[in-house]
């Protein structure tokens, strides 16, 4: 609908202005990295991807270990995401877009039965063309396929029969695909076998210093570096290391890949070793420039690449906060270096320090209906309230499921004879048995 139609009913609406240059060189980006699955990709514009996966799906545990991969890896990433395999690109394309579930598999010589019920707008036609079909009866695929093609060639043109003929397999669909993406490596070979720390970090700093130098002359940054080793019984040792952020600095790679040394067995000596950068991103200027002696910018990416890289990167996050009523759901886990979030933490009303998850089961005693307990009982010992404060309504979020449409928590803030403070609530509202079992749950701890 027009801007100002969609502002009038939804005030507040957020606007952002169309790029779509910025989409189409995004969706490259995105078609990319799906080289990950297969050696073919492709971008299908405006928001698709085709993946040759021929003889590669093994690779990943299957087409269904593939699609799930693939779409729970982009989910990550802040996409959503539908995914189908079938025999024909046009089929896939219209399975994943107007199929039934987020993942779909199409059998071997089945896609024309799968496709017939879709609607004809999944032949990726326009919009003129769509409507047009529509006018005259034809909203099915399979009512499409059964239709005289001359009159429909002499009204619509070829292009029409052509896509149907594309999905169906009759007709070839080429997929242009996009050039895999220079591989940045650097080799160096030994006259004498190698076996002792100290030599291995002195070449791992030449090969650094020569990647980097391929970096610099590219305007990129290393996102993630893989160093094999190549032993003299013919077999290959390897290190992974990533970085938060695109990272050019040889002496700073060199130093990570340096503390991943001890877990390499150098056997019997190494011959060769070489340095992939498998992982690149454009390196910005202000990026390269953020450490200098007259910007007041803290840059922590190297404290995060490295505890990164000793700890694992599930281990290190930073919180954010979360727009939601239920305290469970007010905090989730990012990426360290994540923008800082427009969000801010709610400091009406106190939050205890440390929440339970989930909510530990206690035994209450309290008048009905909004008086706190008077005494609880938490893993066996009791405690007798001497002040509280609440109660603090929460009610359920019912956009997530039924079981929340009645949901109701009253929290109370308490102190017992000694001191100690706890955050309790109990289920339901004392009137509507609907709303909770009048069950006490210890929430967190101040």
């Not at 877009?97 to 987020?102: C, D, I, K, L």
Request: one cysteine or more; glycine letters at 6%; proline letters at 9%.
């Amino acid at each position: 609908m027009p801007l100002a139609q969609a502002q009038a009913r939804l005030p507040g609406l957020a606007v952002a202005e169309a790029d779509p240059a910025a989409d189409a060189t995004a969706l490259a980006r995105l078609a990319g990295w799906c080289l990950r699955y297969a050696p073919l990709t492709a971008p299908d514009p405006p928001d698709g991807v085709w993946i040759d996966a021929t003889g590669a799906t093994h690779l990943a545990g299957g087409e269904a270990g593939l699609l799930a991969d693939l779409v729970d890896r982009l989910r990550e990433a802040g996409f959503a995401a539908r995914a189908a395999i079938a025999d024909t690109p046009g089929a896939a394309s219209a399975m994943a877009r107007f199929g039934q579930s987020e993942t779909t598999i199409v059998p071997a010589g089945s896609h024309a039965a799968a496709l017939a019920p879709l609607p004809i707008r999944a032949l990726r036609l326009p919009e003129e063309t769509v409507d047009a079909l529509n006018r005259l009866g034809l909203t099915r695929i399979h009512q499409l396929a059964a239709a005289p093609r001359a009159p429909l060639t002499r009204r619509f043109g070829a292009t029409l029969l052509r896509r149907l003929d594309q999905t169906l397999g009759h007709v070839f669909e080429p997929i242009v695909p996009i050039p895999p993406p220079e591989l940045i490596s650097r080799r160096l070979t030994f006259v004498e076998p190698l076996s002792t720390v100290e030599a291995f970090t002195a070449v791992i700093g030449k090969l650094a210093r020569a990647v980097c130098r391929r970096l610099d002359q590219g305007g990129l940054g290393a996102r993630r570096l893989d160093l094999l080793f190549e032993r003299v019984d013919g077999s290959i040792q390897a290190l992974r290391v990533g970085t938060a952020r695109p990272v050019r600095d040889p002496a700073h790679l060199a130093k990570l890949l340096d503390e991943r040394l001890e877990t390499v067995d150098p056997g019997l000596g190494v011959d060769a070793m070489r340095l992939n950068v498998p992982l690149t991103e454009a390196l910005t200027a202000d990026q390269a420039t953020m450490l200098r002696e007259d910007s007041d910018a803290v840059d922590l990416s190297a404290l995060v690449d490295r505890l990164t890289n000793r700890l694992g990167a599930s281990r290190v996050y930073r919180v954010a906060p979360v727009e939601s009523d239920v305290p469970e759901r007010t905090v989730q886990r990012i990426p360290p270096l994540a923008p800082p979030s427009h969000r801010a933490w709610p400091t009406e009303l106190p939050r205890p320090v440390r929440l339970f998850s989930p909510p530990q089961p206690v035994r209450a005693l309290a008048p009905l209906p909004d008086d706190p307990p008077v005494a609880f009982t938490w893993r066996r010992q009791r405690f007798r309230v001497r002040r509280a404060d609440g109660p603090e309504r929460v009610h359920g979020e019912w956009w997530r499921r039924d079981a929340e449409l009645y949901a109701v928590r009253d929290y109370f803030r308490v102190e017992d004879e000694d001191g100690r403070r706890f955050w309790l609530f109990r289920r339901g509202n004392g009137v509507d048995p609907k709303t909770g079992a009048l069950d006490w749950f210890l929430h967190g701890i101040f």
